[in-house]
């Protein structure tokens, strides 16, 4: 019996050891940091506003220049509990000034955090993951340009079992993936396949439409089958729409999507509300050929 009991005791050790091994933060590889290109802070405002960086970071509101004070606090009230956006300015004790390139790269494309923990996907490192080393580093390089903002956000407020971020490992397994969700390339006589590529890079890399636009499972994970199809809304009540070929949006020409994105404006002159005023204010800042790229693979969505 006690060898049994011995025995028994090995294999629940040997079990959790493994289960902990298993759903252990994984950050980049010491070649994939070695090869991270220097940055370009020209480059990275452009993956700054794709990115939306300042929609969560900077204060409710924020207007010009004031976009660029980046202190965080933003409260994002979902059913796992609350999470607050946390300072990303220059500052090298309350913000990310006194990161690496390797810290900002691991963050943006493990959600592994420079203390070697898992960050909650509240953060949507899950979109970011398929972004490029090198718009990382350039993204990088711009976020070291903006002022510094001293005050830490407070943090995340989560009970049990949600608090334990070893946890988000198996979250991890079950829906992290850095590769494409609309896999092949669209074609056909009105579609360029390269303006097509950009904008399936700009919509599900940088971009993160899909984290309010595609409904999530019980766990919080996205529904690819029902790929920007629209969802409740994560942060309060009321449904965010859906972008895909069944929604309004889904008839609306390839200028018409575009032209929402540069003026805040619909085909039928209603003008942009809620929480993609931000949204479309950073869509506006960014070039034509990409907000027409966004609008090529929407309209492509498969149906």
């Known amino acids: 019996?006690?060898?049994?009991?011995?025995?028994?005791?090995?294999?629940v050790f040997a079990g959790a050891a493994a289960g902990w091994f298993v759903t252990a933060p994984r950050p980049l590889s010491d070649a994939a940091i070695t090869a991270?290109?220097?940055?370009?802070?020209?480059?990275?405002?452009?993956?700054?506003?794709?990115?939306?960086?300042?929609?969560?970071?900077?204060?409710?509101?924020?207007?010009?220049?004031d976009k660029l004070r980046l202190s965080?606090?933003?409260?994002?009230?979902?059913?796992?509990?609350?999470?607050?956006?946390?300072?990303?300015s220059s500052h090298r004790d309350d913000g990310i000034g006194g990161w690496s390139?390797?810290?900002?790269?691991?963050?943006m494309l493990t959600g592994v955090s420079p203390e070697g923990s898992h960050y909650y996907p509240a953060f949507p490192y899950t979109s970011?993951?398929?972004?490029?080393?090198?718009?990382?580093?350039?993204?990088?390089?711009f976020l070291q340009t903006v002022p510094e903002v001293a005050g830490k956000a407070p943090g995340h407020e989560l009970g049990f079992p949600f608090n334990i971020r070893h946890?988000?490992?198996?979250?991890?397994?079950?829906?992290?993936?850095?590769?494409p969700v609309v896999a092949a390339p669209a074609s056909g006589p009105d579609v360029d396949p390269e303006v097509w590529q950009l904008g399936r890079y700009l919509v599900e890399g940088p971009g993160h439409c899909s984290e309010c636009h595609t409904p999530r499972d019980a766990l919080g994970g996205l529904d690819k089958s029902r790929w920007l199809a629209g969802a409740p809304a994560a942060t309060g009540e009321g449904k965010v729409p859906g972008l895909d070929a069944a929604s309004d949006v889904g008839g609306w020409s390839l200028a018409d999507i575009a032209y929402y994105l540069e003026s805040g404006f619909t085909p039928e002159y209603d003008s942009v509300g809620g929480e993609m005023v931000p949204v479309q204010e950073n869509m506006a800042?960014?070039?034509?050929?990409?907000?027409e790229a966004i609008a090529?693979?929407?309209?492509?969505?498969?149906?």
């Open 1 to 11: 019996m006690n060898k049994l009991a011995a025995t028994l005791g090995v294999l």
């Open 36 to 65: 991270l290109p220097e940055g370009d802070a020209e480059r990275g405002e452009v993956m700054f506003w794709a990115g939306g960086c300042a929609s969560c970071h900077a204060a409710p509101g924020a207007k010009g220049e």
């Open 72 to 88: 965080g606090g933003l409260k994002l009230e979902t059913p796992f509990g609350t999470f607050v956006a946390p300072n990303i």
């Open 101 to 107: 390139k390797a810290d900002f790269a691991n963050a």
């Open 128 to 141: 970011y993951a398929r972004m490029k080393p090198e718009d990382v580093s350039d993204l990088f390089a």
């Open 167 to 179: 946890g988000l490992g198996v979250w991890k397994l079950l829906n992290f993936s850095a590769d």
């Open 285 to 291: 800042r960014l070039s034509a050929t990409h907000r």
């Open 296 to 303: 090529t693979y929407l309209k492509a969505l498969p149906r």
